[in-house]
């Protein structure tokens, strides 16, 4: 009877939400780039997405371009979109990249290194961090695209864009 109480108590007070995970830090060595990306250089200033595809994922190709298009939409609103080519040689990640007109970052992560730092279990992935470093959204499989907007919005928005309560 008093863990009732106590959980009532808890909700009607409302606890604390659990924070999201911090994002792990990771450097990627750019194609055709002497540059390595810092995901420490973006705090503060960007929400990353980082998208985790391969040159022989059909689901990948499947969204290329519509990825593209979404890195034109938000590029100029902060956001940052790098693509992590997971197991691929350097040869097939710049086939696919031009390919689909991709024109954001892009890196090799062959053995998985930073892959597996965020939980890959196949391609495509996507993970959304925020300004502050954290996780927002991890999205496995297909239809990231499309749900990336509705992610990305309220992280975008100015003060003076966000609804007021």
């Known amino acids: ?29 750019l194609l055709d780039s002497h540059e390595t990306f810092d995901s420490r250089d973006a705090l503060e200033k960007k929400v990353l997405v980082v998208r985790f595809q391969a040159s022989w994922c059909r689901p990948c190709a499947r969204e290329a371009a519509a990825l593209e298009r979404l890195y034109e939409r938000y590029r100029g609103r902060g956001v940052e979109v790098i693509g992590v080519q997971v197991q691929d040689t350097a040869v097939d990640a710049r086939r696919f990249l031009r390919t689909h007109g991709a024109t954001y970052l892009a890196g090799l992560d062959p ?8 939980g890959l ?18 999205i496995h499989g297909e239809s990231a695209v499309r749900r990336l907007p509705r992610i990305l919005d309220p992280l975008v928005q100015s003060p003076a864009e966000a609804p007021s309560r």
């Open 111 to 118: 053995h998985l290194t930073v892959a597996n730092r965020f």
């Open 1 to 29: 009877m008093r863990a009732l109480a106590l959980a009532a108590l808890l909700v009607a007070v409302g606890a604390p939400a659990l924070a999201a995970p911090v994002a792990p830090a990771f450097t990627l060595r």
């Open 121 to 138: 279990r196949g391609t495509p992935y996507t993970v959304v961090i925020g300004r502050d470093g954290r996780v927002v959204a991890r």
